[in-house]
């Protein structure tokens, strides 16, 4: 039996904030099994009542592309900004010289 011990985003170091709508993931997985590798895995993401999975065939846990629709901005932990939402007035030396 195996089980994941750890899910990875794409975030800073010790940060559960997302800073990009299509993060990649990745998972750390115990398993009671010595020599157990991974062959496949199912990714489940729940939305509301609405849960979607993807597979992922091959050993591979790490770097994971983002296989759902992109993230909205703060769903979940999302630290990036919607569209339009980035507003800010320009600073600068009033005589650059």
Do not use: K
């Not at 990009?20 to 489940?44: H, Y």
Request: glycine share 10%; proline share 7%.
């Amino acid at each position: 039996m195996s089980a994941v011990a750890r899910l990875v985003i794409d975030a800073p170091h010790r940060s559960d904030v997302v800073a990009s709508a299509t993060a990649t993931i990745g998972w750390r997985t115990d398993a009671d099994t010595a020599g157990w590798l991974q062959a496949s895995a199912v990714v489940e993401l729940t939305r509301g009542d609405t849960v979607e999975t993807h597979s992922v065939d091959g050993r591979a846990s790490t770097g994971i592309p983002w296989p759902f629709a992109p993230l909205a901005p703060r769903v979940v932990v999302a630290g990036f900004l919607g569209d339009g939402e980035w507003r800010a007035v320009a600073i600068g030396l009033p005589d650059p010289s």
